[in-house]
């Protein structure tokens, strides 16, 4: 099992139920098979399981105005190399693992907003880029400070568990501690695959921008 790190740090106090995100749908099907998802879609069997913070909900947030990732400038896999690399030595995560997190979150595409709201690099949320003493939510530098920031937290409250903490940082601390484990979700559980293969990938090939578009 791959483990992160745990800092000594005060940053364990953070890590609160505040961080968690979703309304969590549930329904039970004719085998008897209990069927759980975050995103119902309209489906009527589901019915209110789990009522999370409002962080993420099915559709575009109100207010909000998704921009997808839509940077294609090769420089982009190296153009925050120094704030990488300074926020995990700073917070004692591999450079690695937070590579991963932005080559899944955004592409390396800072402008990059979510459905949900959630902007740049780390794809934060403004409530989470807040808690995390981020001042500007868009400045790629401070975005990468707080996602990494998030990182030490989570992987100090999972004990260093490495798909814990990617999950958590995906679904929310709380959600992942109220199923025990990863979520039954899919696109919480794809999320997990992707960023341990790249985070393989990113340990395993040197040359950044290499790893970054490698083909499976």
């Given at each position: 099992?791959?483990?992160?790190?745990?800092?000594?740090?005060?940053?364990?106090?953070?890590a609160m139920t505040v961080l968690a995100r979703a309304d969590i749908y549930t329904y039970t099907?004719?085998?008897?098979?209990?069927?759980?998802?975050?995103?119902?879609?309209?489906?009527?069997?589901?019915?209110?399981?789990?009522?999370?913070?409002?962080?993420?909900?099915?559709?575009?947030?109100?207010?909000?105005?998704?921009i997808p990732p839509s940077d294609h400038d090769i420089a982009r896999y190296t153009r925050y190399d120094q704030w990488?690399?300074?926020a995990a030595?700073?917070?004692?995560?591999?450079?690695?693992?937070?590579?991963?997190?932005?080559?899944?979150?955004?592409?390396?595409?800072?402008?990059?907003v979510s459905v949900s709201g959630a902007r740049g690099l780390m794809q934060l949320m403004p409530d989470t880029a807040s808690l995390m003493q981020v001042r500007d939510i868009d400045d790629p530098r401070e975005n990468i400070y707080g996602g990494v920031r998030l990182l030490r937290v989570l992987a100090n409250e999972f004990n260093g568990d490495l798909?814990?903490?990617?999950?958590?940082?995906?679904?929310g601390d709380g959600t992942v501690i109220r199923f025990g484990g990863i979520p039954p979700f899919a696109q919480t559980r794809d999320y997990v695959v992707n960023v341990t293969k790249y985070y393989?990938?990113?340990?395993?090939?040197?040359?950044?921008?290499?790893?970054?578009?490698?083909?499976?």
């Open positions: 099992m791959l483990r992160l790190t745990r800092a000594a740090t005060v940053l364990t106090v953070l099907d004719a085998d008897g098979t209990v069927h759980f998802t975050n995103t119902p879609g309209g489906d009527r069997r589901y019915r209110l399981y789990i009522r999370g913070n409002g962080w993420q909900r099915p559709g575009t947030a109100p207010g909000v105005i998704p990488i690399h300074a030595t700073l917070y004692q995560i591999p450079e690695q693992l937070v590579r991963a997190i932005i080559r899944c979150e955004s592409d390396y595409d800072s402008r990059a798909e814990l903490t990617v999950a958590a940082y995906n679904a393989r990938r990113y340990r395993s090939i040197v040359d950044v921008v290499e790893a970054s578009v490698a083909l499976d």
